[in-house]
């Protein structure tokens, strides 16, 4: 089955810094990649996902990359802010029907020191 | 738009016991997806529903099960409660079960099994 590696596993950054987060994927028929962010005590919140015919997407300070040749994709997070600060997950996901699931890497704690 | 609601947020079960926990997907949405969370083996999928029909299954035991009602309303059950089920069980909700489609995900229900 899929598998989905996230690294680093923590990361520490300064207000104003640029953040990523890099995931690589064993599934080459995997065609759609969602980030979410997890505040304590909260749900995963989908902030961002690429789809397989798309190189780069954006939204403001968030941006994702995808490199299907290589396997990996990465979030870029821009002039990071206090509110940065959470768990982000990546995911991987193929198809529809009995295919239709995501597959998640293990997790970032993000820090944004003010 | 109402987002995605779980029911009840916390529990207390002890070993043995068994468990019901509630999902209403987003108004219009009719796939219903479940994932158990841990700190050691993160976010895992378990099952998802469209058209009151499980789909898809993940590799958990038979004491996790599901099911759909006709208004994609979603309730998963545990019986035999173990330990190793203390986990944060979270519901996503789709338009279908398609990678076409995003998954949103509701607050989870922490289960503590004593």
């Known amino acids: 089955g899929e598998n989905v590696e996230q690294h680093p596993s923590t990361l520490s950054v300064q207000e104003g810094d640029s953040a990523v987060i890099k995931c690589t994927y064993s599934?080459?028929?995997?065609?759609?990649f969602p980030w979410y962010k997890q505040e304590l005590g909260k749900g995963p919140q989908l902030i961002i996902d690429i789809r397989s015919n798309v190189g780069e997407k954006k939204d403001q300070r968030i941006a994702v990359t995808l490199n299907k040749t290589a396997k990996h994709f990465s979030l870029h997070i821009t002039e990071t802010q206090p509110e940065d600060s959470a768990v982000y997950f990546c995911?991987?996901?193929?198809?529809?029907?009995?295919?239709?699931?995501?597959?998640f890497g293990k997790g970032t704690l993000l820090t944004v020191n003010p | 738009k109402a987002g995605v609601t779980q029911t009840p947020r916390y529990l207390i079960k002890t070993r043995g016991q068994q468990v019901t926990l509630s999902c209403s997907p987003i108004?219009?949405?009719?796939?219903v997806s479940w994932y158990q969370q841990t700190p050691g083996q993160g976010l895992q999928f378990l099952f998802e529903?469209?058209?009151?029909?499980?789909?898809n299954k993940g590799n958990f035991p038979g004491r996790f099960s599901g099911r759909q009602f006709s208004n994609s309303r979603s309730e998963m059950n545990v019986s035999t409660l173990e330990l190793g089920d203390s986990a944060l069980y979270l519901c996503?909700?789709?338009?279908?079960?398609?990678?076409?489609?995003?998954?949103?995900f509701g607050p989870g229900t922490r289960l503590t099994v004593t």
């Open positions: 529903y469209f058209s009151e029909t499980q789909r």
């Open positions: 599934d080459s028929a995997s065609n759609y």
């Open positions: 108004s219009g949405h009719r796939s």
């Open positions: 995911a991987a996901s193929k198809g529809g029907g009995s295919n239709y699931k995501l597959t």
């Open positions: 996503a909700s789709s338009l279908t079960f398609s990678s076409s489609y995003e998954q949103y």
